[in-house]
């Protein structure tokens, strides 16, 4: 048995490096992103300008904020990447540090930018977290530009809770010093501790075989249905909602504006329309000032048609 699960964590490692265009030896398991990103910055050092989000998911900027490094912070607005590049170029920012999608409001970062972003600065180091993005469409690491990228794999990779990974360019481990260590990172072997790998340093102890065989079923449960199709169809939903919600004037100004959004949206509503939601068997949730919908690739035109039928009653 214990074979078996050494196996299978090789194969979840294997298929994440796959499904997302990393190179196995790149990727590390971890429980979840938080600790991943928590273990990582222990060897980053502290002369870094590291540029932020505000308002961006608390597990990727207190850990930044309670290390000895410089923080700068930009609004999330309709001109979110044209912020970044003015403010990258003006402050000597060497880090930037996002999630690829804001949980509060859905609003996404473009991509393609991220790629353009790293050619003019090369020594840019680009920490992103993809929770709430990898599994809504095809993604290739290794032409993103990115640099890390994390994510837990409970959201859109349908993976539940208890696993995660962190993605690494190849000259990442160059830029880091990492001290974390374990037994399990030398797979094991008494003489192996002077050639652990980079990711493995993130992967000191044992890994829950139940958690990670999880994640890689379900991984295998997105390829069979095609992320082709499963982007198309979230696509759709997202275009949909957005239309929807903003004919009846629930969206920030700043997601309106915007001419990419992922299929999260945050409405504006208070509790007892969020009591009516979930009573009408709309899974929603409270965020920031408002309600929280997310559409998946199992989510309908039908079940949108029924929430905007709601709002209108309400």
């Not at 912020?83 to 000597?92: C, E, M, P």
């Not at 880091?176 to 797979?187: L, P, Q, V």
Request: glycine share 10%.
């Amino acid at each position: 048995m214990k074979m078996k699960g050494h196996l299978l964590l090789s194969e979840t490692r294997n298929t994440i490096g796959e499904f997302f265009g990393c190179k196995a030896d790149n990727v590390a398991l971890v429980p979840n992103f938080s600790i991943g990103l928590n273990l990582l910055l222990e060897g980053m050092g502290s002369a870094r300008n590291v540029l932020l989000l505000e308002g961006d998911y608390p597990s990727l900027n207190w850990p930044f904020e309670s290390r000895d490094c410089h923080t700068f912070y930009i609004k999330v607005t309709e001109a979110l990447e044209e912020n970044i590049y003015d403010r990258i170029r003006l402050d000597n920012i060497n880090v930037l540090a996002l999630s690829l999608v804001q949980w509060l409001n859905g609003i996404k970062v473009d991509l393609e930018f991220l790629g353009k972003l790293k050619k003019e600065f090369p020594d840019l180091l680009i920490i992103a977290d993809g929770t709430q993005f990898l599994g809504t469409e095809t993604f290739n690491f290794e032409d993103s530009g990115i640099d890390v990228l994390g994510a837990s794999s409970y959201k859109w990779l349908l993976g539940g809770y208890g696993n995660g990974f962190m993605l690494f360019a190849d000259d990442v481990p160059a830029k880091f010093n990492c001290s974390s260590t374990g037994f399990n990172a030398a797979d094991a072997d008494m003489e192996g501790r002077e050639k652990i790998s980079f990711a493995k340093q993130l992967e000191p102890g044992h890994l829950d075989t139940f958690n990670f065989g999880s994640l890689n079923y379900s991984l295998g449960f997105l390829s069979g249905i095609g992320m082709a199709a499963i982007s198309d169809q979230i696509r759709g939903l997202s275009l949909k909602a957005k239309s929807e919600f903003e004919n009846l004037g629930l969206l920030e100004e700043s997601v309106v504006k915007r001419k990419i959004h992922s299929s999260i949206f945050n409405i504006a509503g208070d509790k007892e329309l969020y009591a009516k939601l979930m009573e009408q068997d709309v899974v929603c949730a409270q965020r920031g000032n408002g309600i929280r919908l997310s559409f998946h690739f199992y989510n309908t035109e039908r079940e949108i048609d029924k929430i905007i039928g709601i709002l209108k009653g309400s």
